[in-house]
Each structure stands twice: as C-alpha cells, then as structure tokens.
C-alpha cells in the first residue's frame, strides 16, 4: 500500500478527530480485529486522528451499516462500492490490483459436472450480495453451465 498517497487522502478527508474505518465481514470479526486493529492503530499513530475498527457479524448488517453512512472511510467488495458511491457519495481512493476468485466446494468428488448434474443441486450462500463467496460463482455458474436460476440458502 502506499502509504504517502494514503496519508494524504486521510489529510483531505479528515478534519474530526475520530473516524469509523467499516470493513466488510469476509471472515470472523476476531479475524479480522486481528489484521486491521493494527492497520488503524498505525493510521490513528501517523494522523493524529483516532482511527476505530469496526465490522459487522455479516455481511447484510455491514451492508446496512454502509449504506447509512455509519462508517467515515470503509472497505468493501466492488458491489458495495456501486451502491455506496450511488447512495451515499462514497469515493474511491484505494483499489487492489489483484484479481478477485470466487470458489465452489463439494462434499462429494465430481469431475465431470454438467448442467444436468448441476440443475438439481442447492448451493449455500454467505449472503446476497458477497462479491467473490456469492456474485462471482453465480454469474459462473451462468456462463459455463448455463444455470440462469441457481437454487440457493443464505446462511443468515
């Protein structure tokens, strides 16, 4: 991460002295306190400004929690980001440079999967709109199996 344009873009942004950072449920909140706290704990360090963590038990509570305008900076999926910038002004001012993947898990070793195989399955979900656990293997499923209507459980 670049830390000086980082840095700079807290400057312009900033001008309290506290701010909520969101970050989207993609694993436990545990986990994720683990890897961020020390990522705000820098930034409140380096700006003056104090920095809180904070995240959501999943992601359709984030998701109301973001688009509510309950956090000041955030990090999100690509989806949440269309509907935050739509709803409440979000600005891009980080992105990352990887590819995201979604993947599909089985109990059971199949490797010659169809359409046929595939049409009577359920799938389990983390939630609607979770980019790389849901919206990716979905449009997946569309393109190289043809399943325009995937049966489906959310986990909530």
């Given at each position: 991460?670049?830390k000086?344009?980082?840095?700079?873009?807290?400057?312009?942004?900033?001008?309290?002295?506290?701010?909520?950072?969101?970050?989207?449920?993609?694993?436990s909140?545990?986990?994720?306190?683990k890897?961020w706290?020390?990522?705000?704990?820098?930034?409140?360090?380096?700006?003056?400004?104090?920095?809180?963590?904070?995240?959501?038990?999943?992601?359709?509570?984030?998701?109301?929690?973001?688009?509510?305008?309950?956090?000041?900076?955030?990090?999100?999926?690509?989806?949440?980001?269309?509907?935050?910038?739509?709803?409440?002004?979000?600005?891009?001012?980080?992105?990352?440079?990887?590819?995201?993947?979604?993947?599909?898990?089985?109990?059971?070793?199949?490797n010659?999967?169809?359409?046929?195989?595939?049409?009577?399955?359920?799938?389990?979900?983390?939630?609607?709109n979770?980019?790389?656990?849901?919206?990716?293997?979905?449009?997946?499923?569309?393109?190289?199996f043809?399943?325009?209507?995937?049966?489906?459980?959310?986990?909530?």
């Amino acid at each position: 991460m670049n830390k000086i344009f980082f840095l700079v873009a807290f400057s312009i942004i900033c001008f309290s002295k506290e701010l909520t950072f969101g970050i989207v449920p993609q694993q436990s909140p545990l986990k994720l306190s683990k890897k961020w706290i020390n990522i705000t704990d820098y930034l409140t360090k380096e700006t003056g400004i104090n920095i809180i963590f904070k995240t959501e038990s999943s992601i359709p509570k984030f998701e109301k929690k973001l688009y509510s305008s309950a956090y000041d900076i955030s990090y999100m999926n690509p989806f949440h980001f269309v509907v935050a910038r739509e709803k409440q002004n979000y600005k891009a001012f980080i992105r990352a440079k990887k590819n995201i993947v979604g993947i599909l898990v089985s109990k059971t070793k199949k490797n010659n999967l169809s359409f046929e195989y595939l049409k009577e399955k359920i799938f389990l979900f983390p939630a609607p709109n979770a980019f790389a656990a849901t919206i990716l293997p979905k449009n997946e499923l569309k393109d190289k199996f043809g399943l325009l209507y995937v049966p489906h459980l959310y986990l909530e």
